[in-house]
């Protein structure tokens, strides 16, 4: 039911369901994404309604998250898990299924916030109808991501456009770093209004703690030296650069190394085939002893894995955004990411981590190596990778800057012709004390 007394916006994730477990099949950072973001929108005074694809028949349809923030899952195609990239078919009928709700409520939401490509398309398609401002964030850009992978899927040619048509006829489009915004400009349009506003993460329960009682909770010893990968099991995350970089670090003799990686479904699910593949080269180099396979962790025990962890590595192909980088650091973890999108703004190189090229599983070995054997730098890092989050990343900051950009779309609708003139917070970048050197400092 509508509450008359707050101002009702949408979010549409259609493939990214916010209430899902997070982890695991498809199931990532745009889930985690929406879902902060609603309910922070929500403390701030907002009834915010998320919509998403119906991918179970048992699954509740609506799960209310908290009294202001609900998901809302609408029928489009069959209500089973599809791959995103096969999932534009159903587009209309979540159209239809979005308008028949609107009706039954008794109104239509004079905000929607759109996320990824196919609820840009759903978005253009509830503007054509007038009365509705869009507010677009993108979380992967097809025209970044085709770069970095050798055969383009069918879909392609459509998910460009609609990526044009979006950026050229939103009201606004939300950039999480201001690498996409670039991206946005040299390759997708000069058109369209483009803000730039950063995920966030919980700084709440992504915090420090002893390192000491983290491991003890994972039964890990204050000896082992401790590199962690997290996040889902897809062939553009780079799980393979990991694997190899620490099969690098093991062949060096590295002491007490384990290697851990954290994420993924289960063997039949759509995500299994990578983690087989992954799983065959950890035993194919020589691995197996020194490596766990964590499984999906839940955001209640992340914290653990991070603060427990000497390393925390990112070697994402191609990254938007990337939560993971801010989770870990805002638990004290320095972090050794790809050198790529969203980890350029994230990571600050030499004082919260390291940035070393995409897929050069060397370069990662090597700068995994200069931390994990240089205690006094490692520590420098752990303390400047909170204070970097704790500024700069607070879903609670992030949901301010939304709300004042909401504020400023709606406002606009009902002035015609204004100029833009919304400046958002602007984001606090910390100066740091000059470089701290770090040299190579490994002892067994
Ligand atoms: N994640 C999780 N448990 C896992 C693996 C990943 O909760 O076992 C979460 C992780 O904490 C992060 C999200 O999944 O919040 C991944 O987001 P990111 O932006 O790093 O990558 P994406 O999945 O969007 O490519």
């Known amino acids: 039911m509508q509450r008359l007394d707050r101002q009702a916006i949408a979010l549409i994730s259609n493939h990214a369901d916010p209430a899902a477990d997070i982890g695991g099949e498809e199931a990532g950072g745009q889930n985690v994404y929406v879902r902060q973001v609603g309910e922070h929108l929500a403390e701030l005074g907002w009834q915010v309604d998320m919509f998403t694809r119906r991918i179970n028949a048992t699954d509740p349809t609506i799960v209310e998250h908290t009294p202001h923030c609900r998901t809302i899952r609408l029928k489009a195609g069959p209500e089973e898990f599809i791959p995103r990239d096969e999932q534009f078919a159903h587009m209309p009928e979540f159209v239809q299924s979005f308008q028949e709700f609107q009706s039954k409520q008794g109104m239509a939401y004079p905000l929607i916030h759109t996320n990824y490509w196919l609820s840009a398309w759903i978005g253009l398609q509830l503007q054509k109808n007038g009365g509705t401002q869009l507010v677009h964030t993108y979380h992967s850009l097809g025209a970044v991501k085709y770069q970095s992978i050798p055969e383009l899927p069918d879909i392609a040619s459509t998910r460009l456009a609609v990526e044009k048509e979006i950026l050229e006829n939103a ?56 590199v962690l990968y997290v996040g889902r099991f897809d062939p553009r995350k780079g799980i393979e650069t990991f694997v190899r970089a620490g099969a690098l670090l093991h062949q060096k003799g590295i002491p007490n190394l384990k290697l851990i990686i954290a994420g993924g479904s289960s063997p039949d699910k759509a995500d299994g085939q990578e983690r087989l593949r992954i799983e065959a080269l950890v035993k194919e180099l020589g691995l197996e002893e020194v490596t766990t396979f964590a499984g999906r962790v839940d955001h209640d025990s ?43 703004f994230t990571v600050v190189p030499e004082e919260t981590g390291l940035l070393v090229p995409p897929q050069d599983h060397e370069a990662f070995a090597e700068a995994i190596e200069r931390i994990i054997c240089n205690e006094a730098w490692a520590q420098q890092l752990r303390k400047q990778a909170t204070i970097n989050v704790n500024q700069r990343f607070s879903w609670s900051g992030v949901a301010i800057q939304l709300t004042e950009l909401y504020r400023h779309v709606l406002a606009k609708s009902l002035m015609h012709e204004q100029p833009w003139n919304f400046r958002s917070t602007p984001i606090r970048h910390q100066s740091y004390p000059s470089k701290i050197l770090s040299k190579n400092l490994c002892q067994s």
């Not at 209004?193 to 890990?220: K, W, Y």
């Not at 991070?306 to 994402?316: F, M, N, R």
């Not at 980088?325 to 790529?340: F, H, K, L, Q, R």
């Open 302 to 344: 992340l914290p653990y894995y991070y603060a427990a962890t000497d390393v925390s590595v990112v070697p994402s192909h191609y990254e938007p955004f990337g939560l993971v980088a801010i989770e870990a650091m805002a638990c004290g973890a320095p972090v050794v990411a790809s050198d790529v999108g969203g980890l350029q």
């Open 171 to 226: 009201d606004c489009i939300i950039a999480t770093s201001p690498q996409e915004k670039e991206s946005l400009r040299n390759l997708v349009s000069p058109l369209g209004q483009v803000e730039i506003i950063p995920c966030g993460t919980d700084i709440s329960n992504f915090r420090p703690m002893s390192r000491t009682e983290a491991r003890a909770h994972l039964g890990l010893s204050p000896q082992d030296r401790v």
